[in-house]
């Protein structure tokens, strides 16, 4: 016997009809999708099969809504990553950042000057001595009366 609340399960059991209705809609939606899709050559996305939607079929209908459809029925649209355009693999192989970042750090660590003026100054907000512990608790509760 399944550990479900009595009422859990009637109010699941009322609401067959409607996911079977929200299934058929998505059916529909997704055809329309899938007919905007192909006559972009199988390129559009979710923002632009939705454009494609309202201005060219008169949808009302939400960029969110157009997305889950298309993930639910496997329509994809071209994405190329930023790395992919225009290189080839030897190009993608090699690292893009400047050689003077990949130089060796001094024995001793970093100049003391690329510490930055505020490394050992103490905040503006806590005082670096008194009262106040991790996390601005006071040390003493009884301290704030």
Do not use: C
């Not at 016997?1 to 109010?11: E, F, I, N, P, T």
């Not at 409607?18 to 899938?34: K, N, T, W």
């Not at 494609?52 to 298309?70: F, P, S, T």
């Amino acid at each position: 016997m399944l550990d479900v609340v009595r009422s859990s399960y009637y109010k699941w059991r009322e609401g067959r009809e409607a996911r079977a209705e929200r299934e058929r809609a998505d059916q529909a939606l997704a055809e329309r999708i899938r007919a905007v899709h192909d006559e972009s050559d199988r390129a559009y996305g979710a923002p632009r099969v939705t454009a494609e939607l309202r201005d060219e079929h008169g949808m009302r209908i939400n960029e969110k809504k157009v997305a889950r459809v298309m993930r639910k029925f496997h329509i994809v649209g071209i994405h190329l990553r930023r790395s992919e355009i225009g290189q080839d693999a030897s190009a993608r192989a090699s690292p893009s950042w400047p050689i003077s970042l990949t130089r060796a750090v001094a024995p001793g660590g970093p100049p003391a000057s690329n510490a930055g003026p505020f490394k050992n100054s103490p905040s503006p907000r806590r005082p670096s001595t008194g009262p106040w512990r991790r996390h601005g608790h006071r040390s003493n509760s009884a301290s704030h009366a």
